[in-house]
């Protein structure tokens, strides 16, 4: 049954232990619970496992509801079907343990599978979008439970239907994942092709457990105690730049254009990695400032260092944009969702 509970502090439910109240909070267990929470019509944000989210001091002045739909794993032939709820990396390790290919550099992400095509995770050389088949939500606007395909959830690097044009309006309970027996291990990742050796073709599941242990030497697996995983994983996006951007960066720097680190991205455009432009603009490991701070482990992980409130990063996170802005004319983008109303 349906219980509502108020005055419940969100920093607990985050990764980065900030945030505070929510006014009314509920445990979803069932699609049919969702829709009775659904008759509250106030304010409201969808909580998974709380792994990308930065929540304002404030808290939430509405109704957040703790999606944890869980139950068992339905396989058909080349299809899995899984509850939002499911925790993701358990997922990924169940899919590996049988062999199947598609989701193994996706090991050790945190947060639940109801999370995972909002922003399209990626890491290491894969995106959910990949495999993801199909998503079943039930959409605010027509208020019904509906199945997007693939293709209508617009994937992007980072990106979706559901955090772009129709932010707020659906709620996954369930993902339809199709892995295709024929794919291999995807090794195109560096630090994956080093771990393995060039000629290696091992089996997902010895991926998943080396993936999971590079997250670990860079603070991007949650270990119990571990102070670099109070964070919400990268804090700002890679930014995707058309080529004439690169020329400003190589003046500031006095380096040629062909020493700056980037990716091919859609449109001719390149994507330069957000963690090299933080070191270059002087922003190192372990930088700190007040109660926030960098991971001693990862430039791009804003962390708590163990009682920083939102103010605190929003002050390291305004810095950090500033002086990337004015010396490079690029502009980052937060990575963690912020309930606001
Ligand atoms: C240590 C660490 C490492 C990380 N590494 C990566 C990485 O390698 N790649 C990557 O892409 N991300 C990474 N992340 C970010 C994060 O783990 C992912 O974005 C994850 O998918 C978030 O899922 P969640 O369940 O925790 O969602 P939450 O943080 O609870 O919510 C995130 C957003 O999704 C919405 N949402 C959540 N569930 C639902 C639902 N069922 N229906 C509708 N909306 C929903 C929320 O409203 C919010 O807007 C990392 C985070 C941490 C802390």
């Keep these: ?88 990396d358990a997922l990924v390790l169940h899919l590996c343990r049988q062999g199947r290919s598609g989701m193994e550099c996706l090991a050790g992400i945190p947060g639940l599978v109801g999370g995972a095509p909002i922003q399209n995770i990626g890491a290491y050389g894969q995106e959910a979008a990949e495999t993801i088949h199909s998503v079943r939500a039930y959409d605010r606007e027509s208020k019904k439970f509906v199945t ?30 199709a892995l295709d027996p024929e794919v291999k291990p995807n090794l195109t990742y560096a630090d994956l092709r080093k771990h393995f050796g060039p000629d290696a073709t091992p089996a997902p599941l010895e991926v998943y457990h080396a993936v999971r242990a590079i997250r670990a030497a860079k603070g991007m697996l949650l270990v119990e105690g571990d102070p670099d995983c109070r964070s919400a994983g990268s804090f700002f996006k890679n930014p995707v730049v058309p080529p004439f951007a690169l020329a400003p960066i190589a003046a500031a720097l006095a380096i040629p254009e062909e020493r700056i680190p980037r990716y091919p991205a859609s449109g001719g455009n390149l994507k330069l990695p957000a963690a090299w432009l933080l070191d270059q603009a002087g922003f190192h490991k372990s930088f700190a400032l007040g ?46 969702v912020e309930p606001h109303v």
């Design 1 to 88: 049954m349906l219980q509502i509970q108020e005055q419940i502090r969100l920093g607990p439910h985050t990764t980065l232990r900030i945030g505070g109240p929510a006014r009314f909070y509920a445990e979803i267990a069932t699609e049919a619970e969702l829709v009775e929470a659904l008759e509250y019509d106030g304010p409201l944000f969808i909580l998974g496992g709380g792994s990308n989210l930065l929540v304002p001091d404030e808290g939430f002045p509405g109704l957040v509801l703790h999606l944890a739909i869980t139950g068992p794993i339905v396989t058909r032939e080349n299809e899995v079907e899984v509850p939002a709820g499911t925790e993701w």
């Design 148 to 177: 997007l395909p693939r293709e209508a959830c617009r994937f992007a690097y980072r990106s979706s239907l559901f955090n772009t044009t129709a932010r707020n309006r659906y709620i996954v309970t369930q993902v339809t994942f």
């Design 291 to 336: 109660e926030a701070g960098i991971s001693s482990k990862h430039t791009l992980a804003l962390i708590n260092r163990g009682h920083a409130t939102y103010a605190d990063i929003a002050a390291l996170r305004a810095l950090i944009v500033e002086t990337v802005a004015t010396r490079f004319g690029i502009t980052l983008e937060q990575e963690p």
